[in-house]
C-alpha cells in the first residue's frame, strides 16, 4: 500500500491548511489512519488517527485544533489543521493499518504502511 500525503505548505500563524492522505487502488476506508510528524531535530510525535469507523483519537498538543475526517466516496482520510502555530511546524505523515490500531494511545510501531510526508512551515 503506497501512501500518499500532501497539502502542506507555508501559512502563518492563526492560519489553517488541509493535508490529504490517499493510496491509490486501495480503499482508506477499510483502514486505520495515523498522522505523525516530525519536526527539524526532533523525534516524530503522534498528531491524532481516525479508526474505521470514524472515530477520532487527537493527542492533547493538537486538541481542538486539528480534526480527523474520511471522504468515503474518495478514499481519502483528511487532516484539518486550524489556528496554526509556528511549534506546529513540521513534516507530516500519513500511515495506515488494516487492524484495529487507532486508541488514545497512538503508536507509530502500530502501523504497518506509511508514505512519503508533507511539509507545513507555520511562521509567526
Known amino acids: 500500500v503506497q501512501l500518499q500525503a500532501y497539502g502542506g505548505g507555508q501559512v502563518q500563524a492563526g492560519g489553517s491548511l488541509r493535508l490529504s492522505c490517499e493510496a491509490p487502488g486501495y480503499p482508506l476506508q477499510h483502514y486505520d489512519i495515523g498522522w505523525f510528524r516530525q519536526a527539524p531535530g526532533a523525534e516524530s510525535e503522534a498528531v491524532s488517527c481516525i479508526n474505521v469507523i470514524g472515530r477520532e483519537y487527537p493527542t492533547d498538543s493538537v486538541k481542538d485544533r486539528f480534526t480527523v475526517s474520511r471522504d468515503k466516496a474518495k478514499s481519502t482520510v483528511f487532516l484539518h489543521l486550524d489556528s496554526l502555530k509556528p511549534a506546529d511546524t513540521a513534516t507530516y505523515y500519513c500511515?495506515?493499518?488494516?487492524?484495529?490500531?487507532?486508541?488514545?494511545?497512538?503508536?507509530?510501531?502500530?502501523?504497518?504502511?506509511w508514505g512519503r510526508g508533507t511539509l507545513v512551515t507555520v511562521s509567526s
Open positions: 500511515a495506515a493499518e488494516p487492524l484495529r490500531a487507532c486508541a488514545y494511545d497512538i503508536m507509530s510501531g502500530d502501523y504497518r504502511y
